[in-house]
């Protein structure tokens, strides 16, 4: 099981390098590339037709701006694709990252993470594999324990 973290732009991987750290905390391999679905269109088709026969089970892209690329790799690809709008030097505040990958047309979807949500990006790619992968759900559920004890230590604290 392989996880496919792909961005428009370098400047695009202080975001989604919290993807890749989640994933390798969740002990899942990693593919990360730049594909930018403007400047490198060859690029895109061949990734996105191809990324299922190379291992991929999930595919992480980032966008800013125009944030055409999670929607063109869904669009020629079987493989589900989070996408993560990243609020870029060229943004309108997020909005134009959001709503390029919020609003796919019916038969091409795209799950979309919050702005510059690469953290929640790889969790969601995590829960995909591990909805068939044992040792990949067990360290989500280690995870996910992991919040609720934060959080109820937290409350305790308040009570001190």
Do not use: C
């Amino acid at each position: 099981m392989k996880v496919a973290v792909i961005m428009g732009s370098i400047s695009d991987m202080p975001i989604m390098q919290e993807a890749i750290d989640i994933l390798k905390a969740f002990d899942i391999e990693i593919e990360v590339d730049i594909v930018s679905a403007h400047r490198t269109p060859e690029k895109l088709f061949d990734f996105s037709q191809n990324a299922h026969t190379r291992g991929i089970s999930v595919v992480i892209a980032g966008a800013g701006g125009a944030a055409h690329l999670p929607g063109m790799v869904a669009s020629m690809s079987p493989l589900p694709v989070i996408g993560v709008p990243i609020k870029s030097s060229n943004s309108i505040d997020g909005w134009d990252s959001i709503l390029s990958i919020l609003q796919m047309p019916g038969g091409v979807p795209v799950a979309t993470v919050a702005l510059n949500g690469a953290k929640n990006a790889g969790i969601l790619a995590a829960q995909i594999i591990g909805s068939h992968n044992k040792s990949v759900l067990e360290k989500v559920i280690k995870y996910k324990t992991g919040l609720k004890e934060a959080v109820n230590i937290a409350a305790e604290s308040l009570q001190k």
